[in-house]
């Protein structure tokens, strides 16, 4: 698979690194020499110096046989005249482009990317992402991630054990015994920087993060297992009204019509702008760093602080503030690697990161083979992918203890007829399945084999 990115920032940077690593042809372009020594010294990937928009700068990276293109430059426009330009010149049956303005993803210009005039096969919009993603936090306290799978039949969730937590020391395969009504899976455990595939011998210890999946009507109780007794909150302050605080606003004043939201934004002519946009949000003038007010906005009657400025400092501040006057979680964007270690131990419970965000939607659009959808955990340490099972697969009529299963994956879930399986041993796969799993990052390819189509099924 030949791929160009255009963009050397951390979103292009990850983008590369992600293909590189499953042996992809990438090359990548950028105005800055700086960034593309970097980038080529650190990952096996070409590099072009030079505009990502310019026809003759594409076809020096490799645009007349390329399989796929990633514009993820900060400029708008020159993501959109590169996938024009590929289009119309190189034939690249693929364009992926970034596009941050909102007034490009107006649905009145719904028709504005279509074939007939700016062919873009898939937009990325970051601020959007973010805020879908924080959202789906909010509708299950205790969770750092949540995703929805199969149909929204099935929760992707992660969670933090702490001492607390009620199965720590427990071989995971007990859990059956203890609930064996709580349909659950174990996929993976994030201990020291590493990632475990969960196994039936496998134990839970205090500082891990474990991903599991669960049936939605399960979800409360799962939560409770885990020693998350939260209920879903109902007084939320929100600090920053950027374009994520506003399409955030937005979606809890739509989704969650039981919580009161107060919005804080330093920018007196942004934050009338936001007032206006909203229509049940208090929205207060000020500086979410100063106790005034953050007091004025009740933060310690408020169970939930979601900090999405766009000042990694401030939001962090911000948020540590907030829970020392009584706030209960902290939900924090935070766009510098460099500050997770540092502030996991503070007591901020929920990091949001945009690029991490960003480079698991477009991976989406990236994998091969029947797969429906992928999502990168932990920045990397791994994908949750569903798929599904075709007549040709090495998978179809195997019970799963027996399945030919690459190294480093677990099968978590089952769509079959409309109903969710919670799979164990002895459970048979069969064609037309739809299937949750998680592969670590040097198994999915092999996995992306597993579900492709074969010449005998034609």
């Known amino acids: ?23 992809a042809d990438v090359t990548i372009i950028d105005q800055s020499p700086q960034l593309i020594q970097k980038i080529s010294d650190l990952l096996d990937v070409s590099g072009v110096v030079g505009f990502a928009s310019h026809p003759d700068i ?28 590929c289009h119309s010149l190189f034939e690249i049956p693929t364009k992926i482009a970034r596009i941050r303005h909102q007034s490009y993803l107006n ?26 993603a924080i959202e789906r936090r909010l509708r299950v306290p205790g969770a750092f991630d949540a995703l929805s799978m199969l149909k929204d ?22 859990l059956t015994e203890l609930f064996p009504e709580l349909h659950i899976l174990i996929l993976a455990i994030h ?36 020693g998350y007794e939260e209920k879903e909150a109902r007084r939320v302050v929100l600090i920053g009204g950027g374009n994520i605080g506003l399409n955030l606003a937005q979606r809890v004043e739509d989704k969650h019509p039981q919580v009161q939201l107060k919005l804080i934004e330093i920018d007196k002519s942004r934050a009338e702008k936001v007032a206006q946009s909203l229509s049940r949000s208090v929205v207060i003038h000020g500086d979410a760093v100063e ?43 935070i766009n510098s690697s460099s500050y997770n270690q540092l502030v996991s131990g503070l007591g901020i419970d929920t990091i949001v990161s945009p690029r991490a965000i960003t480079v698991s939607t477009i991976l989406q659009h990236v994998r091969r083979g029947r797969i429906r959808s992928a999502y990168s955990l932990a920045d990397g340490v791994g994908e949750v992918l569903e798929a599904e099972v075709l007549e040709t697969s090495a998978l179809t009529n195997q019970a799963l203890r027996d399945a030919p299963l690459p190294d480093g994956v677990v099968i978590g879930a089952i769509f079959r007829n409309k109903e969710v399986i919670i799979p164990r041993g002895k459970t048979v796969i069969k064609a037309g399945d739809l299937v949750v799993l998680f592969a670590k990052p040097a198994a999915v390819k092999k996995v992306e084999r597993l579900f492709s189509v074969k010449l005998e099924f034609f």
């Open 1 to 23: 698979m030949k791929v160009i990115v255009c963009g050397a920032g951390q979103v292009g940077f990850n983008i590369a690194r992600y293909l590189a690593s499953e042996n």
């Open 58 to 85: 594409l076809e020096k990276a490799g645009a007349r046989d390329a399989d796929m293109l990633v514009a993820v430059t900060y400029a708008d426009e020159v993501n959109m005249v590169a996938c024009q330009i």
């Open 107 to 132: 649905p009145v210009w719904s028709d504005l990317f279509s074939t007939d005039n700016l062919p873009i096969d898939v937009i990325i919009s970051p601020e959007l992402e973010v805020a879908k």
């Open 153 to 174: 039949k099935i929760s992707l969730i992660g969670v933090h054990v702490r001492e607390e937590t009620p199965i720590i020391n427990t071989p995971l395969r007990q």
């Open 191 to 226: 201990r020291n920087g590493s990632v475990i595939v969960a196994g039936g011998d496998d134990e839970l210890m205090p500082g891990d993060d474990v991903y599991f999946v669960c049936h939605n009507a399960h979800l409360d109780r799962a939560m409770m297992s885990f």
């Open 291 to 333: 106790l005034d007010i953050l007091n004025e906005s009740n933060i310690s009657t408020a169970e939930t602080v979601i900090a999405v400025s766009n000042e990694d400092e401030v939001n962090i501040l911000s948020s540590l503030l907030a829970k020392k006057q009584g706030c209960r979680r902290a939900i924090t964007l």
